[in-house]
Protein backbone atom coordinates (compact mmCIF):
# COMPACT_ATOMS: atom_id res chain seq x y z
CA UNK A 1 0.00 0.00 0.00
CA UNK A 2 1.41 3.45 -0.59
CA UNK A 3 -0.26 6.71 0.13
CA UNK A 4 -0.19 9.54 -2.39
CA UNK A 5 1.30 12.93 -1.05
CA UNK A 6 -1.11 14.85 0.85
CA UNK A 7 -3.98 12.28 0.31
CA UNK A 8 -3.35 9.53 2.83
CA UNK A 9 -5.14 7.43 1.51
CA UNK A 10 -4.12 4.04 0.16
CA UNK A 11 -3.80 4.29 -3.89
CA UNK A 12 -1.98 1.23 -4.92
CA UNK A 13 -2.67 -2.32 -4.17
CA UNK A 14 -0.35 -5.58 -4.42
CA UNK A 15 -3.12 -6.43 -6.67
CA UNK A 16 -2.90 -3.65 -9.01
CA UNK A 17 0.42 -4.92 -10.41
CA UNK A 18 -0.93 -8.33 -11.64
CA UNK A 19 -2.92 -6.60 -14.29
CA UNK A 20 -0.91 -4.41 -14.72
CA UNK A 21 1.64 -5.48 -17.83
CA UNK A 22 -0.81 -6.45 -20.14
CA UNK A 23 -2.39 -3.23 -19.92
CA UNK A 24 0.94 -1.38 -20.62
CA UNK A 25 1.57 -0.12 -23.78
CA UNK A 26 4.76 0.00 -24.87
CA UNK A 27 6.29 3.83 -25.90
CA UNK A 28 10.11 3.23 -26.43
CA UNK A 29 12.83 0.91 -25.63
CA UNK A 30 16.84 2.17 -24.58
CA UNK A 31 19.64 0.09 -23.42
CA UNK A 32 17.39 -2.70 -23.02
CA UNK A 33 15.18 -1.23 -20.85
CA UNK A 34 11.96 -0.69 -22.27
CA UNK A 35 9.33 2.24 -21.63
CA UNK A 36 5.43 1.98 -20.99
CA UNK A 37 2.49 4.09 -20.14
CA UNK A 38 0.15 3.20 -18.17
CA UNK A 39 -3.51 4.90 -16.90
CA UNK A 40 -3.87 4.19 -13.61
CA UNK A 41 -7.28 3.83 -11.74
CA UNK A 42 -6.64 6.26 -8.95
CA UNK A 43 -9.05 7.29 -6.54
CA UNK A 44 -7.79 10.79 -5.70
CA UNK A 45 -6.62 11.17 -9.52
CA UNK A 46 -9.04 9.19 -11.77
CA UNK A 47 -7.53 9.48 -14.83
CA UNK A 48 -3.97 10.34 -13.90
CA UNK A 49 -1.11 9.20 -16.93
CA UNK A 50 1.87 7.17 -15.13
CA UNK A 51 4.94 6.03 -17.04
CA UNK A 52 6.42 3.15 -16.16
CA UNK A 53 9.83 1.96 -17.22
CA UNK A 54 10.62 -1.80 -16.95
CA UNK A 55 13.84 -4.04 -17.23
CA UNK A 56 13.35 -7.58 -16.28
CA UNK A 57 10.75 -8.36 -13.95
CA UNK A 58 10.66 -5.23 -11.69
CA UNK A 59 8.86 -2.67 -12.75
CA UNK A 60 8.59 1.07 -11.74
CA UNK A 61 6.07 3.25 -12.42
CA UNK A 62 6.11 6.83 -11.83
CA UNK A 63 3.55 9.22 -12.35
CA UNK A 64 4.22 11.41 -15.82
CA UNK A 65 3.47 15.05 -14.85
CA UNK A 66 4.91 14.58 -11.10
CA UNK A 67 8.35 13.53 -11.83
CA UNK A 68 9.25 13.46 -8.14
CA UNK A 69 6.45 11.03 -7.12
CA UNK A 70 7.48 7.31 -8.02
CA UNK A 71 5.22 4.61 -7.09
CA UNK A 72 6.17 0.99 -7.34
CA UNK A 73 4.55 -2.17 -7.32
CA UNK A 74 3.44 -2.76 -3.42
CA UNK A 75 4.81 -6.10 -4.34
CA UNK A 76 8.44 -5.07 -4.57
CA UNK A 77 8.63 -3.19 -0.92
CA UNK A 78 10.61 -6.18 0.16
CA UNK A 79 13.95 -7.51 -0.72
CA UNK A 80 14.84 -10.77 0.99
CA UNK A 81 18.86 -11.32 1.90
CA UNK A 82 19.03 -14.77 3.02
CA UNK A 83 21.46 -17.76 4.16
CA UNK A 84 22.30 -20.57 2.67
CA UNK A 85 23.64 -23.11 4.38
CA UNK A 86 21.47 -24.19 7.63
CA UNK A 87 18.94 -21.66 6.41
CA UNK A 88 17.48 -22.11 2.83
CA UNK A 89 19.18 -25.10 2.61
CA UNK A 90 18.61 -28.19 5.48
CA UNK A 91 21.68 -30.51 6.53
CA UNK A 92 21.36 -32.36 3.75
CA UNK A 93 21.50 -29.48 1.04
CA UNK A 94 17.67 -29.36 0.05
CA UNK A 95 15.72 -26.26 -0.09
CA UNK A 96 12.28 -28.75 -0.92
CA UNK A 97 10.84 -27.53 2.81
CA UNK A 98 10.98 -24.11 1.45
CA UNK A 99 9.98 -24.80 -2.13
CA UNK A 100 6.22 -23.71 -1.74
CA UNK A 101 7.37 -20.33 0.16
CA UNK A 102 9.62 -19.31 -2.65
CA UNK A 103 6.86 -20.20 -5.22
CA UNK A 104 5.27 -17.92 -3.48
CA UNK A 105 7.71 -15.07 -3.66
CA UNK A 106 8.22 -15.79 -7.45
CA UNK A 107 4.56 -15.12 -7.50
CA UNK A 108 4.76 -11.43 -5.80
CA UNK A 109 8.10 -10.62 -7.49
CA UNK A 110 9.47 -10.05 -3.99
CA UNK A 111 13.59 -10.63 -4.77
CA UNK A 112 15.48 -12.64 -2.56
CA UNK A 113 19.28 -12.38 -2.49
CA UNK A 114 21.76 -14.67 -1.43
CA UNK A 115 24.29 -13.81 1.11
CA UNK A 116 26.27 -16.87 1.78
CA UNK A 117 29.73 -18.32 2.20
CA UNK A 118 29.70 -20.18 -0.16
CA UNK A 119 31.52 -19.41 -3.46
CA UNK A 120 30.73 -17.69 -6.54
CA UNK A 121 30.81 -21.28 -8.32
CA UNK A 122 28.45 -23.27 -5.72
CA UNK A 123 26.53 -19.91 -5.47
CA UNK A 124 25.87 -19.98 -9.04
CA UNK A 125 24.71 -23.94 -9.41
CA UNK A 126 22.33 -23.12 -6.19
CA UNK A 127 21.17 -19.92 -7.71
CA UNK A 128 20.33 -21.88 -10.68
CA UNK A 129 18.43 -24.68 -8.47
CA UNK A 130 16.56 -21.84 -6.92
CA UNK A 131 15.76 -20.39 -10.33
CA UNK A 132 16.93 -16.69 -8.85
CA UNK A 133 18.02 -13.81 -11.54
CA UNK A 134 19.03 -11.71 -8.46
CA UNK A 135 22.28 -10.02 -7.40
CA UNK A 136 24.47 -12.29 -4.73
CA UNK A 137 26.84 -11.68 -1.99
CA UNK A 138 29.19 -14.22 -1.57
CA UNK A 139 32.31 -15.87 0.47
CA UNK A 140 31.16 -14.11 3.66
CA UNK A 141 30.47 -10.67 2.23
CA UNK A 142 34.16 -11.05 -0.04
CA UNK A 143 32.53 -10.23 -3.19
CA UNK A 144 28.97 -8.77 -4.79
CA UNK A 145 28.03 -9.68 -7.87
CA UNK A 146 25.28 -7.86 -10.20
CA UNK A 147 23.74 -9.59 -13.23
CA UNK A 148 23.98 -7.16 -16.44
CA UNK A 149 20.98 -4.50 -16.32
CA UNK A 150 19.71 -5.11 -12.55
CA UNK A 151 20.38 -2.03 -11.90
CA UNK A 152 19.61 0.44 -14.58
CA UNK A 153 22.91 2.30 -13.05
CA UNK A 154 25.39 -0.17 -12.39
CA UNK A 155 27.60 0.10 -15.80
CA UNK A 156 28.88 -3.70 -16.37
CA UNK A 157 31.59 -5.10 -17.43
CA UNK A 158 30.76 -6.32 -21.30
CA UNK A 159 32.91 -9.38 -21.02
CA UNK A 160 31.37 -10.62 -17.43
CA UNK A 161 28.06 -12.03 -16.85
CA UNK A 162 28.17 -9.84 -13.66
CA UNK A 163 29.19 -6.52 -12.30
CA UNK A 164 31.49 -7.51 -9.58
CA UNK A 165 32.17 -5.62 -6.19
CA UNK A 166 35.13 -6.95 -4.51
CA UNK A 167 35.34 -6.68 -0.62
CA UNK A 168 37.54 -9.37 1.03
CA UNK A 169 41.58 -9.94 0.96
CA UNK A 170 43.25 -12.21 -1.35
CA UNK A 171 42.87 -15.68 -1.08
CA UNK A 172 46.62 -15.78 -1.38
CA UNK A 173 46.53 -13.28 1.25
CA UNK A 174 44.45 -15.83 2.97
CA UNK A 175 46.74 -18.97 2.74
CA UNK A 176 49.68 -17.19 3.56
CA UNK A 177 47.89 -16.28 6.58
CA UNK A 178 46.72 -19.85 7.67
CA UNK A 179 50.26 -21.08 6.75
CA UNK A 180 51.51 -18.55 9.39
CA UNK A 181 48.67 -19.75 11.84
CA UNK A 182 49.70 -23.43 11.52
CA UNK A 183 53.52 -22.49 12.07
CA UNK A 184 53.09 -20.90 15.02
CA UNK A 185 51.45 -24.21 16.48
CA UNK A 186 48.14 -24.48 15.92
CA UNK A 187 46.44 -27.49 14.78
CA UNK A 188 44.25 -26.91 11.98
CA UNK A 189 43.15 -27.48 8.41
CA UNK A 190 42.10 -25.33 5.72
CA UNK A 191 40.46 -26.25 2.25
CA UNK A 192 43.02 -25.57 0.80
CA UNK A 193 44.86 -28.00 2.86
CA UNK A 194 42.28 -30.65 1.94
CA UNK A 195 41.33 -32.53 -1.58
CA UNK A 196 38.05 -32.56 -2.87
CA UNK A 197 37.47 -36.13 -0.87
CA UNK A 198 38.64 -34.57 2.38
CA UNK A 199 35.98 -31.67 1.62
CA UNK A 200 33.32 -34.02 0.58
CA UNK A 201 33.25 -35.98 3.23
CA UNK A 202 33.49 -33.19 5.89
CA UNK A 203 30.72 -31.48 4.01
CA UNK A 204 28.31 -33.89 2.92
CA UNK A 205 29.06 -32.55 -0.52
CA UNK A 206 28.78 -34.22 -3.38
CA UNK A 207 32.30 -34.29 -5.69
CA UNK A 208 31.34 -31.81 -8.09
CA UNK A 209 29.78 -29.44 -5.43
CA UNK A 210 33.09 -29.94 -2.91
CA UNK A 211 35.42 -29.09 -5.90
CA UNK A 212 33.18 -25.56 -6.76
CA UNK A 213 33.41 -25.42 -2.76
CA UNK A 214 37.26 -25.45 -3.03
CA UNK A 215 37.42 -22.34 -5.82
CA UNK A 216 37.93 -20.18 -3.04
CA UNK A 217 38.92 -16.53 -3.93
CA UNK A 218 38.04 -14.60 -0.65
CA UNK A 219 37.37 -16.70 2.26
CA UNK A 220 39.44 -19.59 4.12
CA UNK A 221 37.18 -22.00 5.86
CA UNK A 222 39.13 -24.41 8.64
CA UNK A 223 38.54 -26.85 11.50
CA UNK A 224 40.52 -27.38 14.68
CA UNK A 225 42.65 -30.50 14.46
CA UNK A 226 43.72 -30.23 18.46
CA UNK A 227 41.73 -28.42 21.00
CA UNK A 228 39.15 -26.23 19.40
CA UNK A 229 39.15 -23.68 23.11
CA UNK A 230 42.39 -23.26 22.81
CA UNK A 231 43.20 -23.03 19.47
CA UNK A 232 40.31 -20.40 18.75
CA UNK A 233 41.66 -17.28 20.77
CA UNK A 234 45.07 -17.87 19.78
CA UNK A 235 43.92 -18.03 15.84
CA UNK A 236 42.01 -14.80 16.48
CA UNK A 237 44.57 -12.82 18.24
CA UNK A 238 47.21 -13.87 14.76
CA UNK A 239 44.49 -13.31 12.56
CA UNK A 240 43.77 -9.52 14.21
CA UNK A 241 47.56 -8.94 14.01
CA UNK A 242 47.83 -9.71 10.35
CA UNK A 243 44.50 -7.66 9.71
CA UNK A 244 42.02 -10.20 8.94
CA UNK A 245 39.27 -11.92 10.82
CA UNK A 246 38.22 -15.04 12.04
CA UNK A 247 34.37 -16.28 12.18
CA UNK A 248 32.36 -18.94 13.25
CA UNK A 249 29.75 -20.47 10.25
CA UNK A 250 27.36 -23.11 10.54
CA UNK A 251 30.16 -26.16 9.82
CA UNK A 252 33.61 -24.13 9.91
CA UNK A 253 35.62 -21.36 10.95
CA UNK A 254 36.59 -19.38 8.15
CA UNK A 255 39.70 -16.74 8.07
CA UNK A 256 39.20 -13.42 5.78
CA UNK A 257 39.44 -9.75 5.55
CA UNK A 258 37.95 -7.05 7.62
CA UNK A 259 34.75 -7.79 4.95
CA UNK A 260 31.46 -9.04 6.35
CA UNK A 261 28.10 -10.18 5.00
CA UNK A 262 26.14 -6.90 6.12
CA UNK A 263 28.80 -4.47 4.65
CA UNK A 264 27.89 -5.93 1.77
CA UNK A 265 24.42 -5.61 2.43
CA UNK A 266 24.61 -1.73 2.61
CA UNK A 267 25.91 -1.47 -0.46
CA UNK A 268 22.95 -3.60 -2.27
CA UNK A 269 20.58 -1.99 -0.11
CA UNK A 270 21.91 1.46 -1.50
CA UNK A 271 21.60 0.26 -5.00
CA UNK A 272 17.89 -1.24 -4.55
CA UNK A 273 17.36 2.33 -3.16
CA UNK A 274 18.67 4.48 -5.85
CA UNK A 275 15.91 1.86 -7.72
CA UNK A 276 12.64 1.72 -5.68
CA UNK A 277 11.35 4.63 -3.31
CA UNK A 278 10.12 2.61 -0.72
CA UNK A 279 12.07 -1.06 0.34
CA UNK A 280 12.08 -3.10 3.50
CA UNK A 281 14.51 -5.03 3.96
CA UNK A 282 15.01 -8.64 5.47
CA UNK A 283 17.27 -10.99 6.43
CA UNK A 284 17.58 -14.40 7.10
CA UNK A 285 20.39 -16.31 8.70
CA UNK A 286 21.02 -19.23 11.35
CA UNK A 287 24.60 -18.79 12.64
CA UNK A 288 27.22 -16.03 14.47
CA UNK A 289 28.18 -15.03 10.02
CA UNK A 290 24.90 -13.97 9.81
CA UNK A 291 24.62 -11.92 12.50
CA UNK A 292 26.04 -8.86 11.13
CA UNK A 293 23.64 -9.00 7.98
CA UNK A 294 20.60 -9.20 10.35
CA UNK A 295 21.80 -5.98 11.97
CA UNK A 296 21.66 -4.15 8.60
CA UNK A 297 18.16 -4.70 7.96
CA UNK A 298 14.58 -3.77 9.25
CA UNK A 299 13.36 -7.14 10.08
CA UNK A 300 15.85 -9.41 10.86
CA UNK A 301 15.00 -13.28 11.40
CA UNK A 302 17.10 -16.05 12.41
CA UNK A 303 16.08 -19.51 11.82
CA UNK A 304 16.54 -22.64 14.01
CA UNK A 305 19.62 -24.71 14.19
CA UNK A 306 19.14 -28.67 13.48
CA UNK A 307 19.29 -29.18 17.59
CA UNK A 308 16.79 -26.46 17.75
CA UNK A 309 19.10 -23.24 18.98
CA UNK A 310 19.51 -20.43 17.90
CA UNK A 311 22.47 -18.38 17.21
CA UNK A 312 21.77 -15.54 19.35
CA UNK A 313 18.82 -14.26 21.95
CA UNK A 314 18.85 -10.90 19.76
CA UNK A 315 16.73 -10.38 16.31
CA UNK A 316 12.94 -12.39 15.45
CA UNK A 317 13.20 -15.79 16.18
CA UNK A 318 11.55 -18.34 13.56
CA UNK A 319 9.91 -21.60 14.74
CA UNK A 320 11.82 -24.40 12.35
CA UNK A 321 14.88 -25.66 11.69
CA UNK A 322 16.36 -24.29 8.60
CA UNK A 323 14.10 -24.11 5.45
CA UNK A 324 11.13 -24.72 7.47
CA UNK A 325 11.93 -21.24 9.61
CA UNK A 326 12.25 -19.64 5.96
CA UNK A 327 9.04 -20.74 5.25
CA UNK A 328 6.97 -19.72 8.09
CA UNK A 329 9.07 -16.07 7.28
CA UNK A 330 7.69 -15.98 3.99
CA UNK A 331 4.73 -16.36 5.16
CA UNK A 332 4.25 -14.29 7.63
CA UNK A 333 5.34 -11.29 5.46
CA UNK A 334 2.76 -12.20 2.65
CA UNK A 335 -0.09 -12.62 5.73
CA UNK A 336 0.78 -9.17 7.48
CA UNK A 337 1.02 -7.89 4.37
CA UNK A 338 -2.39 -7.95 3.56
CA UNK A 339 -3.05 -6.42 6.86
CA UNK A 340 -0.51 -3.77 6.34
CA UNK A 341 2.63 -4.83 7.46
CA UNK A 342 5.10 -2.15 9.49
CA UNK A 343 7.13 -0.85 6.88
CA UNK A 344 10.52 0.59 7.54
CA UNK A 345 10.21 4.27 8.37
CA UNK A 346 13.25 5.28 6.86
CA UNK A 347 12.05 4.27 3.64
CA UNK A 348 8.43 5.41 3.88
MG1 LIG B 1 24.32 -20.69 7.55
Redesign the pocket.
Known sequence: MLNLPGTGTPCISRNYHAVAPGNLREIGRKNAISYYEYTFPCQQYPSHKYRAYSHSYLTTLSLANTASLTIMPASMEYVIFS?????LLDEGYSFSGASKALLELKKHEIPVVLC??KTRAETLFWREQLGLNTPFIVENGGAILIPHNYFPATYPDAKQDFTTITLGASYERLRLALTHLQLQGIKLKGFGDMSVSEVASLTGLNFHLAFLAKQRQYDEPFIFEGKQSEGITHATTLARQQGLRVEK??RFYHLLGNNDKGEAVLILKKLYQQQYSNITLVGI???E??LSLLSKVYLPFLVQRPNKTYASPDYIHAPGIGPRGWSWVVKQLLDADQAGFPRAPEFG
Open positions: DLDGTTSGGGDSND
